[in-house]
């Protein structure tokens, strides 16, 4: 039992800690990245959009054409890479829809369940330079040969 409330000790983070960890992060994700813009969405258009991570940051406005070239603080990059994309839904097989009872007229219809099918990037940003601990983690499958 004193092991499990010493864990839970060691787990916790004095205020000044915190604000020290809060600045590394800030300052990491201002560094700039160079890299290619690609408008997948539309090609050859131009994707503007605003953009404010931290408290103490500006309102920043950003205006990227398809193609060029550009050196964006890592928190941008990021949130191109990774939250500007559309999801696709599938509708589930009849044999795990759910039966229910309709008010307006009492048959019993299908309920009809969706799932997140496929995600769709609208946008990208290739970084000409290795940014390997931002890539998210991949389910690549190593094939050796045996000789």
Request: charged share 35%.
């Amino acid at each position: 039992m004193t092991q499990l409330i010493e864990r839970k000790e060691e787990k916790k983070i004095t205020r000044h800690d915190l604000a020290k960890k809060m600045d590394a992060m800030h300052e990491r994700d201002n560094e700039k990245v160079t890299g290619i813009f690609r408008y997948i969405e539309h090609p050859g258009g131009t994707l503007r959009f605003i953009y404010k991570k931290y408290q103490q940051d500006p309102l920043q406005q950003y205006e990227l054409k398809d193609g060029e070239r550009y050196q964006l603080p890592r928190m941008v990059v990021r949130h191109i890479n990774n939250a500007v994309h559309y999801i696709e839904y599938k509708k589930l097989n009849s044999q795990f829809g759910d039966q229910i009872q309709c008010a307006d007229d009492g048959q019993s219809r299908e309920k009809s369940n969706m799932w997140a099918q496929n995600k769709r990037p609208r946008c990208e940003f290739k970084s000409l330079e290795f940014m390997d601990e931002d890539l998210e983690p991949s389910r690549i499958i190593e094939v050796i040969k045996k000789a």
